[in-house]
């Protein structure tokens, strides 16, 4: 079964500093790979996804990640970070002929300091 | 283009009682799928539509819940009798293709059983 695991359930930066916000999948075949973003009282929103095109996915917000078969991960940064980047980041993956369902790591809390 | 919407936003019950969740999906998009996140835990999927038609409920905890999509436009998922576990957060969301296609989020129904 496939699974996703987010390193951190809080990650904290200071305003400016870079965003890495870690992803590992478990998929014996490379799977669609997203990562979400949710504020408060809001339903989650697409910041980028790999469907393994190009394995530097650039998103919205200043956001990227990067596809890497050999780790299985699907980091996601940001170089500098804003107040208003504070939010959950939830990663997740889709696998082939599994009818679109995903699979959410546990998420990750981002808290930017001024 | 209106989004995803979910109504109530937030229900309190007590349990042995039944509550009755909805979701109207994107105009046109024909899969609709349910997922739902307990306190401290991942998001989890719990079933998917395409149109009318359940595609997997593979994810679906128990007879106890009971989802329904009429005529392929809003669907509803129906708990009964709840129990104190099943408080969480229901989030909807729908896509007009499956696979790497975004899926659009509401904003999610907080169910608090006591």
């Known amino acids: 079964a496939q699974s996703v695991t987010q390193l951190g359930s809080h990650v904290s930066v200071s305003e400016g500093a870079l965003v890495l916000l870690r992803c590992n999948y478990s998929s014996s075949v490379p799977p669609y790979l997203f990562w979400y973003v949710q504020y408060p009282n809001q339903g989650l929103q697409l910041l980028l996804k790999?469907?393994?095109?190009?394995?530097l996915v650039k998103g919205i917000n200043g956001f990227e990640a990067e596809f890497k078969k050999s780790e299985t991960s699907f980091h996601l940064t940001k170089p500098s970070a804003h107040m208003s980047d504070a939010a959950e980041y939830f990663c997740a993956v889709s696998g082939y002929n599994q009818g679109g369902k995903l699979i959410f790591g546990q998420g990750t809390e981002l808290s930017v300091k001024p | 283009e209106a989004g995803v919407t979910q109504f109530p936003s937030h229900s309190v019950i007590e349990k042995g009682q039944t509550v009755t969740l909805r979701c109207d999906p994107i105009s046109g998009h024909d899969n609709l799928y349910w997922y739902r996140r307990v306190m401290g835990k991942e998001i989890k999927f719990l079933l998917h539509f395409v149109k009318e038609s359940k595609q997997d409920e593979s994810g679906m905890p128990n007879n106890r819940f009971l989802a329904e999509r009429t005529g392929g436009t809003y669907s509803t998922l129906k708990v009964q009798p709840a129990e104190l576990e099943d408080s969480g957060v229901y989030f909807c969301a729908s896509s007009q293709e499956q696979g790497g296609y975004e899926q659009y989020f509401g904003p999610g129904t907080r169910l608090t059983v006591t």
């Open positions: 790999y469907t393994s095109a190009a394995t």
